[in-house]
Antibody, heavy 120, light 107 residues
Framework: EVQLLESGGDLVQPGGSLRLSCAASGFTFSNHAMTWVRQAPGKGLEWVSTIGTSDDTYYTESVKGRFSMSRDNSKSTLYLQLNGLRAEDTAVYFC??????????????WGQGTLVTVSS | DIQMTQSPSSLSASVGDRVTITCRASQGITNYLLWFQQKPGKAPKSLIYSASSLQSGVPSRFSGSGSGTYFTLTISSLQPEDFATYYCQQYESYPLTFGGGTKVEIE
């Protein structure tokens, strides 16, 4: 059974840093691209970043230069380093697995999310 | 960026009703369209990928159609566990973008 378990969310002051983790199990982690998606309280969903199987990374414009995504295949764990946090980064952060069909990856399994609150 | 527009934003329906949700892309995305369901405090659940392919384990009352810029998600006979918010998402290109969601409520 595919499982994704996020952790690391917390209350942090503006300008602060946090590292989120997503522990994966039930599949061969190294074979899949992985993605972070966030949802601000009461709002819709926003793609944050994706890391491919070759460690190629992609970021939404608003987090470029502040967030960094990485993976440790030996631990089947995904990371998101959040620096320079702003109030607008407050959200539940979900990790999701991608599977490729017809040359494009779609998000097939999701974790339950971890809450990041940026406030003084 | 590709904009995804869902309608309606909410609807009320009864158990057994047929429900259709639409999603429009601001430019053609072929069939790189995902539908998923979200319940409060729960992990999102992917339902339909490639616009019309049913994700493993998803009941057959869910179906998707469309290509290019216009897509639909249909629930043929609404069940109590289907009351949730539904989103579409394009994965044709980065940035990945989502529709605003459709909340399906009990009438």
């Amino acid at each position: 059974e595919v499982q994704l378990l996020e952790s690391g969310g917390d209350l942090v002051q503006p300008g602060g840093s946090l590292r989120l983790s997503c522990a994966a199990s039930g599949f061969t982690f190294s074979n899949h691209a992985m993605t972070w998606v966030r949802q601000a309280p009461g709002k819709g969903l926003e793609w944050v970043s994706t890391i491919g199987t070759s460690d190629d990374t992609y970021y939404t414009e608003s987090v470029k230069g502040r967030f960094s995504m990485s993976r440790d295949n030996s631990k089947s764990t995904l990371y998101l380093q959040l620096n320079g946090l702003r109030a607008e980064d407050t959200a539940v952060y979900f990790c999701a697995r991608s599977s490729v069909v017809d040359g494009r990856g779609y998000l097939d399994y999701w974790g339950q999310g971890t809450l990041v609150t940026v406030s003084s | 960026d590709i904009q995804m527009t869902q309608s309606p934003s909410s609807l009320s329906a009864s158990v057994g009703d047929r429900v259709t949700i639409t999603c429009r892309a601001s430019q053609g995305i072929t069939n790189y369209l995902l539908w998923f369901q979200q319940k409060p405090g729960k992990a999102p659940k992917s339902l339909i990928y490639s616009a019309s392919s049913l994700q493993s384990g998803v009941p057959s009352r869910f179906s998707g159609s469309g290509s290019g810029t216009y897509f639909t998600l249909t629930i043929s006979s609404l069940q109590p566990e289907d009351f949730a918010t539904y989103y579409c998402q394009q994965y044709e290109s980065y940035p990945l973008t989502f529709g605003g969601g459709t909340k399906v409520e009990i009438e």
